[in-house]
Every structure is written in C-alpha cells, then in structure tokens.
C-alpha cells in the first residue's frame, strides 16, 4: 500500500504546487507564523478532503447542492482577498487573519470549481481502480502539507528581505485570492 501514499503524494503535489486560492493565500497571510497558519489551512482544505474521501468509499458519486457549497465558498474567498488587500499596509493583517485559517481553507477549497471537478472525476477514478482510501488521503493531504509547508517559510523568510515591498506582495495576492473567487463564481455560473 505504500506505492498508493506515494502515488496520491505525487498527484497531490502536482495540484498543490499550482496556483490557485490556496498558495495565493499562503503568499499573502502565512508570513509571520507559518506553522500554526498552514495547520489550520491545511485541516480547513483537509475536512472536505476527507468527506470527499469518505463518500466515495461509500459509493456517492453526486453531491447534492454542489454549485450553491462551490458559490458560497467563492464569495468567502472574495471577502478574504479583499481584506487582505485593503489592510495590507497594516502590521496586524497577519496576526488577524491567522484567527481563521481553518475557514480559509475551507473557503480555498470549496470555492474552487476545479476541486469539485478533480474529485468528481480523477478522484473517484483513482480510487475505483486503487480503492486504498486511508493511503491515499494520506498521500495526498501529505503533499498539501509539504508544499504548503515549504511555501510558507520561504515567503516568512523572504517577507524579512522584501522590507518595504513586501505590502505589494500581499496586496498582489489578496487581489489574485479575489480574482480565483470572481472566476470560480463565472465559471459556476456559465458552465
């Protein structure tokens, strides 16, 4: 079973190095306390990972309700971006923010229409054809973890070097967090 955790770590790095809500998140609010920010964002990405895990191994294929959960989930992640982007100048942003993590990531996750898209087709796949479902949640949440992890230390260093340009930083990536959100929320809507 050990070759399903190292197939799921790999798929999920693939997904997790993109860009996306979560890595725009990481750039702009895990720069002064990374280890307890990428918890909490990764258990708010890792809920409905599970249940998306746990409902396939009990045979649901649909959600009921996907594009209002995916819509509702978008317009929170416009809110977040948005804040960010307006407080950005502000030295408590971070500090702040970091109280949610868990909803952040909740928000990532089921805001975003490719997340659905992915379970609801490679997902299930996968794991009709390999239906190891602890293993592969454990590869995959782990390459979430890694790469999140790796992000957000490498920005916590860098925001030190940035100094004064740093505000951009986080205003770029408030902006791009509002930008997925609005694009999630078009492509739910015209799809």
């Not at 306390?33 to 964002?41: D, H």
């Not at 708010?44 to 191994?57: L, Q, Y």
Request: aromatic fraction near 12%; hydrophobic fraction near 60%; include cysteine.
């Amino acid at each position: 079973m050990i070759e399903i955790v190292a197939a799921s770590f790999l798929i999920g790095f693939s997904g997790a190095a993109s860009p996306g809500p979560m890595t725009a998140s990481v750039l702009g609010l895990g720069s002064r306390q990374p280890g307890r920010f990428v918890a909490g964002l990764v258990a708010g990405h890792g809920i409905p990972e599970a249940a998306m895990v746990a409902a396939i191994a009990f045979g649901v294929r649909d959600v009921p309700h996907i594009d209002l959960i995916a819509l509702l989930g978008s317009g929170i992640l416009i809110a977040f971006g948005t804040v960010q982007f307006l407080r950005a100048g502000e030295g408590v942003i971070v500090k702040e923010e970091t109280r949610a993590p868990v909803a952040l990531g909740l928000a990532c996750t089921l805001g975003n229409p490719y997340w659905w898209v992915w379970w609801l087709t490679f997902g299930v796949g996968f794991l009709a054809l390999h239906p190891a479902f602890v293993e592969f949640y454990v590869g995959h949440i782990g390459a979430d973890i890694v790469w999140l992890g790796l992000l957000a230390f490498a920005v916590a260093r860098g925001a030190n070097v940035l100094g004064p340009h740093y505000k951009k930083v986080v205003q770029a990536s408030g902006l791009a967090m509002v930008l997925f959100g609005l694009y999630f929320i078009l492509t739910i809507l015209f799809a």
